[in-house]
T-cell receptor, first 108, second 110 residues
Framework: LAKTTQPISMDSYEGQEVNITCSHN???????ITWYQQFPSQGPRFIIQ???TKVTNEVASLFIPADRKSSTLSLPRVSLSDTAVYYC?????????FGAGTRLTVKP | NAGVTQTPKFQVLKTGQSMTLQCAQD?????MYWYRQDPGMGLRLIYY???????DKGEVPNGYNVSRLNKREFSLRLESAAPSQTSVYFC?????????FGSGTRLTVV
């Protein structure tokens, strides 16, 4: 199982770009990288998934270097409503384990 | 378009009581999962089912049993509840790795 390491918390201001990096040194060949967002009292919500290079959707971008030992979730122009916990998961399905996540606080 | 539905939303049990948490998904996903989340913590995997008819232990399976009743339904049973099982329980389903989570069951064991 690939272990992930993320910063415990980050602060930002409205309108800024936020980059959250996840380290996964023992990622396996078949593993994908997936990021989730969780608000208090809700289940996590899928944000983005990738295998290598760069993936972009309507809410975020995911940057994965060639060695795949880390990944960076990029949130453009955050707002107060982006205050949440962000989790990085690495695996190929099955026994997928969440780490402690990164608590992002967006300030006015 | 319900997604993943969990029942009940809230439950209070006395120590030693048993109960079953229900989960159903309408997305035709093969894989289903049960996680627990303690206050201020990340989610921990209890059991998962990669396909109908199969179940496997996750990180914290002790004190729990599961049943994959059919492709839609995956239940979690506490045979003899303990205060340490006070938590929020989330069910999820997935196809090709992206999870869809239910809204959770908040369980308190007194």
């Amino acid at each position: 199982l690939a272990k992930t390491t993320q910063p415990i918390s980050m602060d930002s201001y409205e309108g800024q770009e936020v980059n959250i990096t996840c380290s996964h040194n023992n990622i396996a060949t078949n593993d994908y990288i997936t990021w989730y967002q969780q608000f208090p009292s809700q289940g996590p919500r899928f944000i983005i998934q990738g295998y290598k290079t760069k993936v972009t959707n309507e809410v975020a971008s995911l940057f994965i270097p060639a060695d795949r030992k880390s990944s960076t979730l990029s949130l453009p122009r955050v707002s107060l409503s982006d205050t949440a916990v962000y989790y990085c998961l690495v695996g190929d399905g099955g026994d997928m384990r969440f780490g402690a996540g990164t608590r992002l606080t967006v300030k006015p | 378009n319900a997604g993943v539905t969990q029942t009940p939303k809230f439950q209070v049990l006395k120590t030693g009581q048993s109960m079953t948490l229900q989960c159903a998904q309408d997305m035709n996903h093969n894989s289903m999962y049960w996680y627990r989340q303690d206050p201020g913590m990340g989610l921990r995997l209890i059991y998962y089912s990669a396909s109908e008819g199969t179940t496997d232990k996750g990180e914290v399976p002790n004190g729990y049993n599961v049943s994959r009743l059919n492709k839609r339904e995956f239940s979690l049973r506490l045979e003899s509840a303990a205060p340490s099982q006070t938590s929020v329980y989330f069910c999820a389903s997935s196809e090709l790795f992206g999870y869809t989570f239910g809204s959770g069951t908040r369980l308190t064991v007194v």
